[in-house]
DNA sequence: ATGACGATTTACT
DNA sequence: GTAAATCGTCATA
């Protein structure tokens, strides 16, 4: 497994989606332990021409800063009031695109990923892993991906990067539109959003 | 200062 | 399937 360097990212943001799937996203904790799962579902986000994306019009806000930085740098938002989102800046520098990372199958620290999805919430019981990264607000939840790694350099951070396996079989995409995003009239419905096609741990389907 | 709104998840009918 | 939860952010005044 080797760490995705710069030239990675500089994508534009049809192609990285795309070409996450498959690759694996690490996390260390403060205690130093390690989580870790493969991306198995992403979303495009085009910029200041796309009604669904945060940078729409060329909106420049305290909040979504991360997305006008390098290729490589992860923008982190809170939403909804309780949920956090995870994304990879990609493009070039002042090209506020990105890909947001939807879903991953767990691989690594299943046990604490657990622990963290049980906090706050009334059920108390096993959840299933296919419970535990299965949706943008659940993975940054599990993986405790949160304001403090916003505009985290994925490149160099010793706390959140991507990397790559050291052998990768052709995985199969899904395509479709992209989730929650009614209210961007005609860009409501691009098929901006893949998945594994093989996976059990995606948000959703179809 | 105020109000509307989420790149969601969960629980419930 | 529908609806509630919940609050930071941003546009407007």
Same mark, same amino acid.
């Given at each position: 497994?080797? !760490?995705?360097?710069?030239?990675?990212?500089?994508?534009?943001?049809?192609?990285?989606?795309?070409? +996450?799937?498959?690759?694996? +996203?690490?996390?260390?904790?403060?205690?130093?332990?390690?989580? *870790?799962?493969?991306?198995?579902?992403?979303?495009?986000?085009?910029?200041?021409?796309? $009604?669904?994306?945060? @940078?729409?019009?060329?909106?420049?806000?305290?909040?979504?800063?991360?997305?006008? *930085? !390098? %290729?490589?740098?992860?923008?982190?938002?809170?939403?909804?009031?309780?949920?956090?989102?995870? =994304?990879?800046?990609? #493009?070039?520098?002042?090209?506020?695109?990105?890909? +947001?990372?939807?879903?991953?199958?767990?691989?690594?620290?299943?046990?604490?990923? %657990?622990?963290? !999805?049980? &906090?706050?919430? @009334?059920?108390?019981?096993?959840?299933?892993?296919?419970?535990?990264?299965?949706?943008?607000? $659940? +993975?940054?939840? *599990?993986?405790?991906? #949160?304001?403090?790694? =916003?505009?985290?350099?994925?490149?160099?951070? &010793?706390?959140?990067?991507?990397?790559?396996? @050291? @052998?990768?079989?052709?995985?199969?995409?899904? =395509? #479709?539109?992209?989730?929650?995003?009614?209210?961007?009239?005609?860009?409501?419905?691009?098929?901006?959003?893949?998945?594994?096609?093989?996976?059990?741990?995606?948000?959703?389907?179809?």
């Amino acid at each position: 497994m080797t !760490r995705l360097a710069r030239s990675s990212f500089t994508a534009d943001p049809v192609t990285l989606a795309q070409r +996450l799937i498959g690759m694996t +996203l690490v996390r260390i904790l403060d205690d130093g332990a390690r989580l *870790a799962g493969v991306i198995v579902e992403t979303e495009a986000y085009l910029g200041v021409e796309d $009604k669904a994306a945060h @940078s729409f019009g060329a909106r420049r806000t305290p909040r979504n800063e991360a997305m006008y *930085a !390098r %290729a490589g740098t992860a923008y982190v938002y809170f939403t909804y009031g309780m949920h956090h989102c995870v =994304n990879v800046v990609c #493009g070039r520098v002042n090209e506020p695109v990105a890909v +947001l990372i939807r879903a991953l199958e767990p691989v690594e620290g299943l046990d604490r990923m %657990a622990e963290h !999805r049980a &906090a706050g919430r @009334s059920f108390s019981g096993v959840i299933r892993p296919r419970d535990l990264c299965s949706g943008p607000g $659940k +993975l940054c939840q *599990a993986m405790a991906i #949160g304001r403090g790694l =916003n505009a985290e350099d994925l490149t160099t951070s &010793a706390r959140l990067w991507i990397e790559r396996p @050291s @052998s990768r079989r052709q995985i199969e995409l899904g =395509n #479709g539109p992209r989730i929650g995003v009614a209210y961007a009239a005609e860009w409501a419905d691009r098929p901006l959003r893949w998945w594994a096609a093989c996976s059990e741990h995606v948000s959703r389907r179809g």
